[in-house]
C-alpha cells in the first residue's frame, strides 16, 4: 500500500516568506508526527497529533512554527518569517494507535526546505 | 529529559568484518527501542525495536538487546556487506500505550569497503 507521502520535495524561498509543507499519512494511521533533519541539530522532534487529542507541541522551535491536521488526515506544517536557520529536511511519520505496533513509525521522504 | 548517546561516526569496516554500534539512553520510565536506518538517497526506516527489557530485536542479520542494567542497546552484525553503508540512529520512545514521539540519538554513518 501507499506509505507517506510529503510535497513539496523540495522547496527554496526567500528569507522572510511564509512555507507550507504537506504531509499524507498512511491511510487508517491516527497519529501524525513532524521532526526535521538538520546537519547541525541531527534528528529533531516538532509536533505530533493523536486521534482528537491536543497535538504535543512541546518541539516547536519558536512561534513562528505551527501545523494542523484537517480531518484526521492530511496535515500542514507552517514556518512564518522563514529564517536561514529552518533551512533543513522537514520529516512527517505516521503510526497507528494499536497494539503492538503503536510506537513503531514510517516516514515519508521528506521535504528539503532551503532559506537564501 | 531523556536523551540517547551513540558512538560517533564515520565507521569505516571492510566486507564481512564484525560490526558494532554501541547506544545508551537515559529515560525516565521504560521505553521502547529502536534502531532507524537511512540509506544513501532514501528515507528513514525501522530496522528493529524492542520494547522491554532483554528484549532482542533481530532483522537483516542485525540484532541489539534491550539492557535495562546498562542502559544500553547496542546494534551488532556478525558479517558486514556493501549494501549496509548507510546512516544508523539509535532511538527511544516513551509510548507505553500510546503514540509517543521518538527522540533520536545523533546517528552514525557506516561505511563498507569492499
Known amino acids: 500500500g501507499a506509505g507517506v507521502s510529503q510535497s513539496p520535495s523540495n522547496k527554496v524561498t526567500e528569507k522572510g516568506k511564509d512555507v507550507e509543507l504537506r504531509c499524507d499519512p498512511i491511510?487508517?494511521?491516527?497519529?501524525l508526527y513532524w521532526y526535521r533533519q538538520s546537519l547541525g541539530q541531527g534528528l529533531e522532534f516538532l509536533i505530533y497529533?493523536?486521534?482528537?487529542?491536543?497535538?504535543?507541541k512541546s518541539g516547536l522551535p519558536s512561534d513562528r512554527f505551527s501545523a494542523e491536521r484537517t480531518g484526521g488526515s492530511v496535515s500542514t506544517l507552517t514556518i512564518q518569517r522563514t529564517q536561514q536557520e529552518d533551512s533543513a529536511v522537514y520529516l512527517c511519520?505516521?503510526?497507528?494507535?494499536?497494539?503492538?505496533?503503536?510506537?513503531?513509525?514510517?516516514f515519508g521522504p521528506g521535504t528539503r526546505l532551503t532559506v537564501l | 529529559g531523556d536523551s540517547v548517546t551513540q558512538m560517533e561516526g564515520p565507521v569505516t569496516l571492510s566486507e564481512e568484518a564484525f560490526l558494532t554500534i554501541n547506544c545508551t539512553y537515559t529515560?525516565?520510565?521504560?521505553?521502547?527501542l529502536f534502531w532507524y536506518v537511512q540509506y544513501p538517497g532514501e528515507g528513514l526506516q525501522l530496522l528493529l525495536k524492542a520494547t522491554k527489557a532483554d528484549d532482542k530485536g533481530s532483522n537483516k542479520g542485525f540484532e541489539a538487546t534491550y539492557r535495562k542494567e546498562t542502559t544500553s542497546f547496542h546494534l551488532e552484525k556478525g558479517s558486514v556487506q556493501v549494501s549496509d553503508s548507510a546512516v544508523y540512529f539509535c532511538?527511544?520512545?516513551?509510548?507505553?500505550?500510546?503514540?509517543?514521539?521518538?527522540?533520536f540519538g545523533s546517528g552514525t554513518r557506516l561505511s563498507i569497503r569492499p
Open positions: 497529533f493523536q486521534g482528537n487529542s491536543a497535538p504535543d
Open positions: 532511538a527511544l520512545s516513551e509510548g507505553y500505550s500510546s503514540a509517543s514521539k521518538i527522540i
Open positions: 529515560a525516565t520510565g521504560y521505553p521502547s
Open positions: 511519520a505516521s503510526s497507528t494507535a494499536r497494539q503492538p505496533t503503536y510506537n513503531e513509525q514510517f
Open positions: 491511510s487508517g494511521h491516527t497519529a
